[in-house]
């Protein structure tokens, strides 16, 4: 309202304007044409409606308004560190569960925060940047967790298949969710020692050791490697 010196008409195209331009929409007439086709297409889409939605932000509200001389560069760089450098930074935090480890962890926030993004192919190049985890959507995770199945069956591994099994009905039926599943494998891990760490009951064992290298084991002789 200050902003438009008390035109309420005005303030509220202005709120409306910039919720469309960084919400996800859901409406029919929001989506693009893509994400309104069959079961297929919205089966590849999931998840999808935000990360497009920050692309065109990107295209039109930062590389097309600078280009038009709609912002100086300067704001373009504001527009930029907040919905660009910053998110990625954080959203990677989340994913390790803990800061930045080096500058190549910043360097893969910053790649991997918009490949992801990429429908179908996003997430395949961004989990071998990463490293190969659950998938998002019922077409990467339901082969992913019941191929996992099959391997802790063939292995008699108790705790693995009961893990495995839930994972594969979640996947394909959408409940239980992964965070429970997630919560009792910390929790049991936690309880037998075979972690100490209490962030286990949040993040997968996967995640928290994301980009870990591995130490090698320099055996002593007499004194001597």
Do not use: C
Not at 93 to 113: E, N
Request: hydrophobic share 40%; charged share 20%.
């Amino acid at each position: 309202m200050s902003k438009f010196n008390g035109d309420e008409i005005k303030a509220i195209d202005y709120a409306d304007k910039w919720i469309g331009r960084t919400q996800p929409m859901a409406t029919a007439k929001d989506l693009p044409h893509f994400f309104r086709g069959g079961q297929l297409e919205q089966l590849l889409t999931t998840f999808q409606n935000q990360v497009n939605n920050n692309a065109n932000f990107y295209i039109y509200d930062i590389l097309g308004a600078t280009k038009s001389g709609e912002i100086t560069l300067a704001e373009a760089g504001y527009r930029t560190m907040f919905s660009y450098v910053l998110p990625a930074i954080l959203y990677g935090m989340i994913g390790r569960g803990g800061l930045p480890k080096d500058l190549k962890d910043i360097m893969v926030d910053l790649s991997t925060y918009h490949i992801a993004g990429l429908v179908i192919i996003g997430r395949w190049i961004t989990a071998m940047i990463r490293g190969w985890d659950s998938g998002s959507t019922i077409a990467e995770a339901a082969p992913q967790q019941a191929s996992r199945l099959v391997k802790a069956i063939k292995r008699g591994d108790p705790r693995d298949i009961i893990s495995s099994a839930a994972g594969t009905i979640g996947a394909a039926t959408g409940l239980p969710p992964a965070q429970p599943i997630r919560t009792i494998e910390g929790a049991i891990d936690l309880y037998t020692g075979e972690t100490t760490d209490p962030r286990r009951l949040i993040y997968s064992e996967w995640a928290l050791n994301q980009g870990k290298k591995e130490k090698k084991k320099v055996k002593m002789y007499g004194g001597g490697l």
